[in-house]
């Protein structure tokens, strides 16, 4: 039961942060509506992050920079095997990148920083639902 709270928790907040970055992305290009987006297929694929906790816990001992190294590989997996799934199934990926860092379409280089980021701030996250006094 656990899981499948952690796994719905990781999934709603991944697509809130998402739609909250792809607003502000729009603002930056002069869209004053700060029009934020996602797709509903990103809530199971965020959570998948409750995947990644015993890999949070193997690699406490190791410095930040190698642990959002790590983190970031394996969100660029996740993120590619997901895209290639999708399209499988539906014909197209919901997400296609096109800028000239794109691997298939599936994933950016560009977005190395933002997955880095995002893969320490789920160690926090993660620390965070361990300390709290009820179980999630």
């Not at 992050?49 to 406490?60: A, D, G, K, N």
Request: proline content about 6%.
């Amino acid at each position: 039961m656990k899981i499948l709270k952690r796994f719905l928790i990781y999934g709603i907040i991944g697509l809130v942060l998402e739609v909250i970055y792809t607003g502000l992305a729009s603002l930056l290009k002069g869209d004053l509506s700060m029009q934020g987006f996602t797709f509903l297929v990103m809530i199971p694929i965020y959570g998948l992050f409750v995947f990644l906790e015993p890999l949070h816990i193997h690699l406490r001992p190791y410095p930040w920079w190698i642990r959002g190294l790590i983190y970031l590989v394996t969100i660029w997996v996740m993120e590619y095997s997901c895209g290639v799934i999708l399209a499988g199934f539906l014909g197209h990926c919901p997400w296609h990148y096109s800028d000239p860092l794109n691997v298939n379409g599936y994933i950016t280089l560009r977005m190395a920083p933002e997955w880095f980021l995002a893969g320490l701030g789920f160690e926090e996250l993660h620390d965070f639902l361990d300390r709290l006094p009820f179980d999630l």
